[in-house]
C-alpha cells in the first residue's frame, strides 16, 4: 500500500502521533486509581461503596459529555477541544495529588472525567479527517490499542510510585505529563493541513435535537452502542478499579502478581486490536459476528473462574485477563458500525452516542461491586473475602444478557434496513 492509500494529506502521522499521545494519558489519568484502590480506602477512610464512587463519578461524568462533545467538536474543531481537555485532565490530576479529604477528591475525579471525554472523539475525528477510508478501520484500532499503554503505565509502575513516592508526589509527576502534551498540542496538532483550527456553524438546540435523533434513527448506530456496550465493561471494571483488589483479596495473589495480570489485561487489547482492525477491514461485514464470539469467550472464561472452588490457578487467571482485554478493541468495532451508517456532518455526534454505552455498563458495574461487597463484607475498610468478591463480579451477568440481546435484535434490523435500500448488496452483507 502506498502512502497516498494511508494518508489523505501531508502531516497525517504527526498530527496523529501527537493526538494519540493526549490520549494515551488520558488513559493514564483514568486509569491511575486502579493500583492505587486500597491506598485511597486507607488515605480517606472509606468503604468499598465510597471508594467505587471515585470511578463511579469519573466514568458518569464521561460518559454524560459524550454527546456535548461529540457536539463541541463539531462546533469549534477537535484540536480546540483536545487542548482543553488536556488542561483540564493535567489540573485535576493535580488537585488530586493535593487532596486530603474524600470530598476534595470526588471533586478532582470529577474533573479528571470531564478531562477524559474530551480526547477520545476528537482523536478519532482528526483520523477520519487526515486519513483514507480504507485506513480508517485499522488506525482506529491502533488508537485504541496504543492508548492502552496508558493503563500499562497506571499498573505496574504507578504501583512502584506510590510505594516509593508517596501519593502526593506520584500523583504530581502524573500531572506534569500533562504540560508537555498541551505543548505538543498547541505546536503540531492542526484541524486540517490549510487550518490550525476550524469552527463548524453555530448550532440552534432545534439543529442539535435534529442530528442527534437522526444518529440515534439509525439501527447501525444502535448497534455500535449495544456493542460498545457489552464487550468492555468486563476489562474497564478490572483496570479502573475492582480488578487489584480481586486479584489480591479475591484471589490470594501479591501485589506484584496482580499489577502484573493488570498489565497482561492491556497486552491483550495492544495485541488484539490490530487483528480486529485488519479482520473488520476485509470482512465488514461479520463484524457483530466478531463481537459475539468475543463476548461469549469472556462469558465462559468468568463463569470458570467464579465457579472455581477455592483460589483459580495463575495460568487461569492469565487466560481470563487476556480473553477479557480483547473486549476493549471489540468495542471499537461499535464505532465501526456507527461509522458506516451516519453522514460525516453526523459522525461526531454519532460517535459520542456510541461511547457513551460502555461507560455506562462500567459505571452499573462498578457500582453494583462495591455495593455487593458491602453487602458480603460489612464494615468500613478494604477487608473483602473471597466470597463477597465471587458474589460481587457475577453482577456481569445481567449486564452480559441485556447486552447481548440488544446486539442481536439491532443486528437483524441493520440487515433488514440493508436489504430494503440496496438489495443488490444485501447477498454480500453480513453485519
Known amino acids: 500500500m502506498s502512502p497516498s492509500d494511508d494518508v489523505r494529506h501531508q502531516g497525517a502521522y504527526a498530527v496523529w502521533i501527537v493526538a494519540l ?26 468503604s468499598a461503596s465510597q471508594l467505587a464512587t471515585f470511578t463511579m463519578l469519573q466514568l458518569l461524568v464521561y460518559a454524560g459529555m459524550q454527546v456535548p462533545v461529540g457536539l463541541m467538536v463539531d462546533r469549534f474543531g477537535p484540536r480546540r477541544v483536545l487542548i482543553a481537555g488536556a488542561v483540564t485532565l493535567t489540573l485535576a490530576q493535580a488537585g488530586f495529588a493535593f487532596a486530603d479529604t474524600y470530598a476534595l477528591a470526588l471533586g478532582a475525579r470529577f474533573f479528571v472525567g470531564m478531562g477524559d471525554a474530551m480526547t477520545f472523539i476528537c482523536v478519532l475525528r482528526l483520523v477520519n479527517t487526515w486519513f483514507s477510508p480504507g485506513r480508517i478501520p485499522f488506525i482506529s484500532q ?85 456493542i460498545h456496550f457489552t464487550s468492555q465493561f468486563s476489562a474497564t471494571t478490572l483496570g479502573l478499579l475492582w480488578g ?68 483459580a490457578p495463575l495460568w487461569m487467571l492469565v487466560v481470563l485477563v487476556l480473553v477479557s482485554g480483547v473486549g476493549g478493541p471489540a468495542s471499537m468495532i461499535g464505532f465501526d458500525v456507527g461509522r458506516t451508517s451516519n453522514p460525516l456532518d453526523r459522525l461526531a455526534s454519532a460517535t459520542g452516542i456510541i461511547n457513551q454505552a460502555g461507560f455506562v455498563a462500567s459505571l452499573l458495574l462498578v457500582i453494583s461491586i462495591g455495593l455487593i461487597l458491602d453487602w458480603r463484607t460489612p464494615g468500613v475498610g478494604s477487608d473483602y473475602t473471597p466470597s463477597a468478591f465471587r458474589w460481587a463480579m457475577s453482577a456481569q451477568y445481567l449486564l452480559w444478557t441485556v447486552g447481548v440481546v440488544q446486539i442481536w435484535r439491532y443486528r437483524v434490523r441493520t440487515r433488514a434496513k440493508i436489504m430494503v435500500e440496496e438489495p443488490e448488496a444485501y447477498g454480500r452483507t453480513r453485519l
Do not use: C, K, N
Request: no cysteine.
Open 21 to 46: 499521545l493526549v490520549y494515551l494519558l488520558a488513559v493514564f489519568h483514568r486509569s491511575s486509581l486502579a493500583v492505587a484502590g486500597l491506598a485511597a480506602a486507607e488515605r480517606f477512610e472509606i
Open 142 to 226: 491502533i488508537t485504541g490499542v496504543v492508548g492502552q499503554l496508558g493503563a500499562i503505565i497506571a499498573a505496574v509502575p504507578m504501583t512502584l510510585a506510590l510505594r516509593e513516592l508517596g501519593w502526593t508526589t506520584s500523583y504530581l509527576l502524573a500531572a506534569s505529563l500533562g504540560i508537555v502534551m498541551t505543548v505538543g498540542l498547541v505546536l503540531v496538532v492542526r484541524d486540517v493541513p490549510h487550518a490550525r483550527s476550524v469552527s463548524g456553524p453555530a448550532m440552534s438546540m432545534t439543529h442539535i435535537r435534529r442530528s442527534l435523533a437522526a444518529s440515534w434513527s439509525q439501527p447501525g448506530t444502535r448497534l455500535g452502542f449495544w
Open 244 to 311: 487489584y483488589p480481586f486479584f489480591v483479596q479475591g484471589e490470594g495473589r501479591s501485589d506484584h502478581v496482580a499489577g502484573l495480570l493488570l498489565t497482561f489485561l492491556v497486552v491483550a487489547a495492544m495485541i488484539a486490536g490490530p487483528v480486529l482492525g485488519w479482520a473488520i477491514s476485509r470482512h465488514p461485514w461479520h463484524r457483530s459476528t466478531i463481537v459475539l464470539t468475543i463476548i461469549a469467550s469472556i462469558v465462559i472464561m468468568w463463569t470458570i473462574v467464579l465457579a472455581w472452588r477455592g483460589e
